[in-house]
């Protein structure tokens, strides 16, 4: 799955959104009106990413727990932000038929999804004498932000993809890289640090609230800044929702062998992937500061490396350099399904590895997305690609639910090591990728001559 950040930095290798047919149509900054939406995209960022830290996997899933959370609970969190992808397709159409308004819809779009946040953070107090009712009723509200953050994504693309003048695109994603990654990084560990403080003093669960209240207030300084950078102006044909219209990117069989790999991918790893932080907690005894400490050598991973995949992709091949990044990958759930207690240590080497490797794997799948995409399906390819995983993932995170669940409890044995059910689940995930590698062979690197056109 891709997020802004993910996005961001890969904008340096991405195709303008406009054919050059259609240039024309889009309105003309001044060179002082780029500069301040270049500094106001940056300001936005950064708060985008305070709010991304605050919400990732493990405070969330410490929040969960806090508030009684089973594991059939940590399957359904894993899997909603994949079923949200479906929000792409509406935020696709929204860009093409309000072009007009663009500023405004993709600003409503993340301030209802980042606003959403105030809710899961008072619902175990909206429903309280109801205990019954809290995960449920957080559930519901995280499902909405997923869905109405997806759907803002499009029409920010887009917007970036003319607002960043192309002979600055390279420099600026750098330095807003840069900025996102420090303020990520940062915003991890303090977090990891507040928390542990709350809970020695026996407030958890206050810690946690807090937390989730300031990643709501980050929604609204993130809606004021959108309000105020500047839009160029994007041009759209009137779209007619109908079946030609979803299915055009599918008739190159590249885009579709490649959306069938994505699709199975996504079905394994999402498998384990709800289970990480809920096995180090539970499991291991892990507290937050040593769960923020893993962020950060993924994120050094990704730094280092992202500039060094990108130019060995150009030397071997996009497909060759996915192939050994997915084969990296795998190492990750093998890791927290064998490495024993005694040796968790492993979980650090495993981390900045997995850094290593996912950036090279969402440079390669990036790009090979955008060679397979014909210019006039670009912004419903870009959706469809990712809003068709949302079926597969949204089942294996709930049935690795229900195993876990069903799991609680008992403990497999293999190579003489105990195993818990949730490193049963990791090693479940790893069989189940095993596809995912048959369906690579099917996918083309090179683009054919005219496909673009």
Known sequence: MWNRRTTVQLMSAMPATISPERTSAVGKLSKSET??????????????????????SALLTG????????????????AIPFLGQVGQLI??????RYASCRREVVALLGLLARGSWFLIALAPFLVSGHAGWIMPTILVVFTFYQLAYCASGPGWV??????????????????????????????TLLAGWAIDVFRAGGHERLGFGTLQILAGATGIACFLLLRRQPDPGHYA?????NLGYLCRPFVDARFAWLTAFNVCWCFGLNAGLP??????????????????????????????????????????GLKRVLRWCAVGMLQLPLCYGLCPRQADWLIYVSNFLQGVFSSGFTLALFSLVLSTLPAKAQAMGAALFRATTAP???????????LAQRLAGTHGTLLGLALSNYQLVFLLSVVLLVPAFVLLHRVEDKPRQGLNA
């Open 63 to 78: 929040f969960a727990l806090a508030w009684g959370a089973n594991d059939f609970h940590l399957g359904l969190l894993g």
């Open 91 to 96: 935020g696709a159409y929204l860009t093409d």
């Open 237 to 241: 044909e009137p779209v007619q929702i």
């Open 35 to 56: 500069r301040r939406g270049l500094r106001i995209s940056i300001w936005e960022g950064a708060s985008a990413q305070v709010h991304a830290e605050l919400t990732s």
């Open 158 to 187: 887009a917007w970036m993809a003319v607002l960043v003048p192309p002979r600055l695109r390279g420099r600026y994603v750098g330095r807003r890289g840069r900025v996102l990654e420090a303020v990520g990084v940062s915003t």
């Open 275 to 316: 289970f990480l932080s809920a096995h180090l907690l539970k499991d291991l005894d892990w507290n937050f500061k040593r769960l923020a400490v893993l962020g950060v050598l993924s994120a050094v991973a990704a730094i280092i490396m992202n500039p060094l995949w990108g130019r060995w992709a150009d030397a071997h």
């Open 392 to 402: 597969a993932t949204f089942l294996s995170g709930s049935l690795s639910g229900l």
